[in-house]
Every structure is written in C-alpha cells, then in structure tokens.
Nanobody, 124 residues
Framework: VQLQAFGGGLVQAGDSLRLSCAASGRSFSSYAMGWFRQAPGKEREFVSAISWNGGSTYYADSLQGRFTVSRDNAKNTVYLQMNSLKPEDTAVYYC??????????????????WGQGTLVTVSS
C-alpha cells in the first residue's frame, strides 16, 4: 500500500487543522492505521491509531482529547482532526499502515508502510 499524507501548514495556537492520508494499492480496509509525529531533534512518537473498520481508536495520553482520528474506507483515507493546537504540536506528521490484526499498536516498528509526512507548524 502507498500512503500520502497532506493537509499540514502554518497555523496559530488554538487553531484547528485536519490531516488526511490517502492510500492506494492493496486493500486499505484490511489495515490498521496510525499517525505519528516527529519534532525537530526528537524521535518519532505515536499520536493516534484506528482499527481497520474505525470501531476502535487510540490516542497518546499527552493529547488530552484534542485530536480525533477517523477513516473512510470507501475513500481509502484516514483523517486526523487536530483542535486547540499548541506550539508543542509542531512536527512532521506521518501516517502509517499496520498489517497486523492487532489494532492500536504504538511502536514505530509495528507499521510496515509509511507516508512521506506533512509538516504542521503552530505559532504562538
């Protein structure tokens, strides 16, 4: 499966942004999906994940309910709605696909396919 993330940009603190990740290739609906982010000088970290049918969602504790993940299998797309953005949310955001039947995995190594990343910059 090929993944392409888009929707990033420069926003102000408190704004909202929705990222999208479009998939092509093998059946999108068979994959659990994840969002990760990597800030400058830091390791890539887990943000959110969603099961193959969208029935289960997972989030990093640090997000405090500000982000919402969803997917539309008919459109081969997964979304990340980000609200109340903070400067510390500044990072390159990546979507990833996991072939495992176990959803919600939080480690980078569990995901076999990655998009190219989209930059989110939040100014104070």
């Amino acid at each position: 499966v090929q993944l392409q993330a888009f929707g990033g940009g420069l926003v102000q603190a408190g704004d909202s942004l929705r990222l999208s990740c479009a998939a092509s290739g093998r059946s999108f609906s068979s994959y659990a999906m994840g969002w990760f982010r990597q800030a400058p000088g830091k390791e890539r970290e887990f943000v959110s994940a969603i099961s193959w049918n969208g029935g289960s969602t997972y989030y990093a504790d640090s997000l405090q309910g500000r982000f919402t993940v969803s997917r539309d299998n008919a459109k081969n797309t997964v979304y990340l709605q980000m609200n109340s953005l903070k400067p510390e949310d500044t990072a390159v955001y990546y979507c990833a696909a996991d072939e495992s039947v176990v959803p919600g995995r939080r480690d980078v190594e569990s995901y076999e396919y990655w998009g190219q990343g989209t930059l989110v910059t939040v100014s104070s």
